[in-house]
């Protein structure tokens, strides 16, 4: 299964352009949920394997298994299937941020008080959703025109899994990030990828229908803000 995956599935990493607050500190590995919520288009282990090597492009270590369901803060940063997700939403990065301070002595014309300093933003802990209304494609074939494909989808969330500093991608760019993904597209690499209606698009479908012409379903970034922190003083 692995080798065939492999042999499909070929990651090409784009940059893209930072958002207004980087956090310095993230989750840098995740488990995986294979046996809760998996639909019926989707096989556990399949997803499984298929989540261990993508995530490996990414360079995110997998530290096995996990019953925690993506999107509850449980203290587990899982990646898994979700039914609580938006209609319209295929997938989901779902994060708990903070911001940290430190107190500083601070003097003004001899006038001196304590105020707080900023320090940096982390993720605290960060979830991997994917939607169970879809009808999926496992890979590492194409997905056909009635089908969303599960390996971009993967590659996509995993991608802000690794840097959640990215932002997504405008369609048409060649990101894996790209903001939103139509049935019967896919993104496997920078020259395997296909969007509707990009004229830059390196790849082609064996075949349309209408549905493949329909607008999108789209990607969210979900953002639970937790309390700030304050650091010892100083």
Same mark, same amino acid.
């Given at each position: ?88 939403? @295929? =997938?989901?990065?779902?994060? $708990?941020?903070? *911001? ?6 601070? +003097?003004?014309?001899?006038?001196? &008080? ?66 939103? @993904? =139509?049935?019967?597209?896919? $993104?496997?690499? *920078? ?6 209606? +990009?004229?830059?698009?390196?790849? &082609? ?30």
């Amino acid at each position: 299964m692995t080798a065939a995956l492999a042999s499909g599935l070929v990651l090409a990493c784009t940059a893209g352009a930072a958002p207004t607050e980087r956090f310095t500190r993230f989750p840098r590995s995740a488990s995986i949920n294979s046996s809760s919520d998996i639909p019926l288009t989707v096989d556990g282990e399949h997803f499984e394997t298929l989540t261990t090597l993508v995530a490996g492009h990414w360079q995110i270590p997998i530290d096995g298994e996990t019953v925690a369901t993506p999107g509850n803060r449980d203290g587990i940063d899982s990646i898994g299937f979700s039914s609580t997700l938006p209609e319209n939403v @295929l =997938g989901a990065y779902i994060y $708990w941020p903070r *911001r940290l301070y430190r107190m500083q002595r601070r +003097c003004v014309h001899h006038v001196c &008080k304590r105020v707080r300093r900023y320090v940096r933003s982390e993720v605290a802990e960060a979830d991997v959703a994917l939607s169970t209304a879809f009808p999926w494609n496992e890979g590492p074939a194409y997905p056909g025109p009635e089908q969303i494909d599960l390996p971009t989808v993967e590659f996509h969330e995993l991608g802000h899994f690794h840097d959640p500093n990215r932002p997504h991608g405008h369609r048409c760019s060649g990101s894996p990030l790209t903001e939103s @993904l =139509g049935y019967g597209e896919w $993104w496997r690499s *920078r020259s395997d990828w296909y969007e509707q209606y +990009c004229t830059n698009t390196p790849s &082609k479908p064996a075949m349309r229908t209408a549905a493949s012409l329909t607008p999108g379903p789209i990607f969210a970034r979900v953002v639970h803000p937790l309390p700030d922190r304050l650091l010892r003083t100083r």
